[in-house]
């Protein structure tokens, strides 16, 4: 899988956690896939996670065979013993940075989303939305969300930046510590859109943000714990000491704004290339 984040036990709670940001995003992608996916023969959801958007979809396209894929093992283990006996879902390990076309034959499928994972695949993104869009039907599309984290005084935005302040690190600190910013990891969005339009027909996208909003700085806490594992330890002694300045000043993010971050987040709908287009990226 990609650089840095593990799934150990910490992680367990992450379906219960990441439901802050899950749910919202599943309702955007089925309203702007609307009626396509009423007609869908074949959906396939990259980068599936804990299958959250997988469910949505399977309500909303009641023809459709789905198929999950995510290079987290023990992801896709969890999604098959859950789906056990649904004939109409598949799961497989696939590691998006390698070709597509064994699990999902060029043009065959009608939708294909990818949400919250384009900025781990960096900086292979071209590759990858080239696949895509190779990858769907003619008349088909395809729906990703992207993160574009605001820069913070420290350098970093989103979940990094309350690191920072957790941590009393700069973006340099991260460098040392080994762990790379998600804002260095995400396209910005103008050029991201160059990227798709050369890959895809018609490609629309609107923002909105995104703030997470739990109950209190320990929620926070959790929630990084269950998300990212050990991704930032190297910024702190021990896990304790982490958890403890995370809480503190995620508490002290809700107190003075009333969100611990709040993160632009795009919604793309990209339509199949034009049969005489062909990909241009
Ligand atoms: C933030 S989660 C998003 C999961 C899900 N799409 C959602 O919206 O909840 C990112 C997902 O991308 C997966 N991922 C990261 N790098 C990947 C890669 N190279 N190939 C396949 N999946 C990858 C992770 O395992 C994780 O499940």
Same mark, same amino acid.
């Given at each position: ?48 996670? #804990? ?61 294909? #989303? ?30 990703? #969300? ?45 050029? %991201? ?75 793309? %709908? ?12």
């Amino acid at each position: 899988m990609t650089a840095g984040v593990q799934h150990d036990d910490r992680m367990a709670g992450y379906a219960d956690h990441s439901r802050l940001r899950q749910t919202p995003d599943a309702l955007r992608v089925v309203a702007a896939l609307g009626e396509r996916l009423a007609r869908a023969r074949s959906v396939v959801d990259l980068g599936c996670g #804990t299958g959250a958007l997988i469910d949505a979809l399977a309500g909303a396209a009641p023809s459709a065979a789905i198929t999950g894929l995510d290079a987290a093992v023990p992801r896709i283990a969890e999604l098959r013993a859950r789906h056990a006996g649904d004939v109409r879902v598949r799961f497989a390990v696939h590691d998006l940075r390698e070709p597509l076309s064994a699990l999902v034959p060029n043009g065959s499928a009608d939708v294909i #989303t990818m949400t919250a994972v384009l900025h781990w695949l960096h900086p292979g993104e071209s590759a990858v939305v080239r696949r895509i869009a190779t990858a769907l039907t003619t008349g088909g599309a395809a729906v990703l #969300t992207t993160y574009h984290p605001v820069l913070e005084a420290s350098g970093l935005g989103g979940t990094d930046a309350v690191i920072a302040e957790a941590a009393g690190a700069t973006a340099a600190q991260f460098d040392g510590a080994g762990v790379v910013p998600v804002s260095r990891r995400t396209l910005p969005a103008v050029a %991201l859109e160059r990227t798709l339009r050369g890959a895809f027909g018609e490609v629309e996208s609107v923002e909105h943000t995104a703030r997470t909003a739990p109950a209190d700085g320990t929620a926070f806490a959790d929630y990084v714990d269950s998300t990212f594992g050990d991704y930032y330890q190297g910024l702190f002694p021990d896990h304790a000491t982490q958890r403890a300045a995370v809480a503190a000043a995620a508490q002290r993010r809700l107190d003075a704004t009333g969100a611990v971050t709040s993160m632009p987040i795009r919604t793309w %709908l990209c339509t199949a290339p034009d049969a005489d287009q062909g990909i241009r990226a």
